[in-house]
């Protein structure tokens, strides 16, 4: 099953979980990555969920149109939006403490 561990404020959380988890689904039944990720649509159209990927990104699917739109430039630096990602291998996520502007 795919450890995740996920960065915020100077701390590292660590779970795991099934494979094509969404995080943000998981958080919203107040499992792991709760309550440390911070999320509001879960649709792609805030931006709120917005994390850099430190380790495993190459496993991921390339970002979807909602990604694009919301994160533009940033998709460079390695950010995704957790609400459009299902997780099927490790990955090593970092949130800032502010959100990103959308
Ligand atoms: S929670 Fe709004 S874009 Fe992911």
């Not at 995740?4 to 979980?17: L, Q």
């Not at 499992?31 to 709120?48: I, S, V």
């Not at 909602?66 to 950010?79: H, I, M, N, S, V």
Request: hydrophobic share 35%; proline share 7%; with cysteine.
């Amino acid at each position: 099953m795919p450890v995740v561990v996920f960065h915020r404020n100077g701390e590292a959380y660590r779970g795991e979980v099934k494979e094509n988890t969404n995080l943000v689904v998981r958080a919203g039944i107040k499992q792991f990555p709760f309550p440390h990720l911070r999320y509001e649509c879960g649709m792609g159209k805030c931006a709120r969920c917005a994390c850099r990927v430190l380790s495993g990104g190459d496993q991921l699917p390339p970002p979807n149109w909602k990604e694009k739109k919301q994160l533009g430039e940033r998709l460079e630096a390695g950010y995704r939006l957790a609400c459009q990602l299902w997780i099927e291998h490790d990955i090593e996520l970092e949130q800032d403490e502010l959100p990103v502007e959308a």
